[in-house]
Nanobody, 115 residues
Framework: QVQLVESGGGLVQPGGSLRLSCAAS????????MGWYRQAPGKQRELVAR???????MYAVSVRGRFTISRDNAKNTIYLGMSSLKPEDTAVYYC?????????WGQGTQVTVSS
C-alpha cells in the first residue's frame, strides 16, 4: 500500500523558516520522481519543487532562492526547507510521487505565514 505522510507544517511569522518532511512507503522510492506542490484557498494546486530520478531539480520561480528540496533515499523521505517565508506562501503543501501514469499524493500539511 502506497503511503506518503507529510509533517512539519505550522504557523510561522513572515521571514521565518520551516522544514517539511514526507515519509514514503509501499513503492520503490528511488524509481519515482518526487516533489512538493501547494494549494492556497481558491487557487489551483501548483508545483513548488521537484526532482526527477536523474537528480534534476525544478523550482517554481516564486520560491527560488528561498526553498530547498532534498531527498534521503535510505530513509525513503523527501524534505522541503523553506526560509524567508511570505504570507503568500500560505497553503496546504502536498507531497507527490510520480512515475509514468502513476501519481500518488499525501494528505497535505498546512503552512500558514502570518504575524
Amino acid at each position: 500500500q502506497v503511503q506518503l505522510v507529510e509533517s512539519g507544517g505550522g504557523l510561522v511569522q513572515p521571514g521565518g523558516s520551516l522544514r517539511l518532511s514526507c515519509a514514503a512507503s509501499g513503492f520503490i522510492f528511488s524509481n519515482y520522481h518526487m516533489g512538493w506542490y501547494r494549494q492556497a484557498p481558491g487557487k489551483q494546486r501548483e508545483l513548488v519543487a521537484r526532482f526527477n530520478t536523474y537528480g534534476t531539480l525544478m523550482y517554481a520561480v516564486s520560491v527560488r532562492g528561498r526553498f530547498t528540496i532534498s531527498r534521503d533515499n535510505a530513509k525513503n523521505t523527501i524534505y522541503l526547507g523553506m526560509s524567508s517565508l511570505k504570507p503568500e506562501d500560505t497553503a496546504v503543501y502536498y507531497c507527490n510521487a510520480n512515475r509514468q501514469s502513476l501519481d500518488y499524493w499525501g494528505q497535505g500539511t498546512q503552512v500558514t505565514v502570518s504575524s
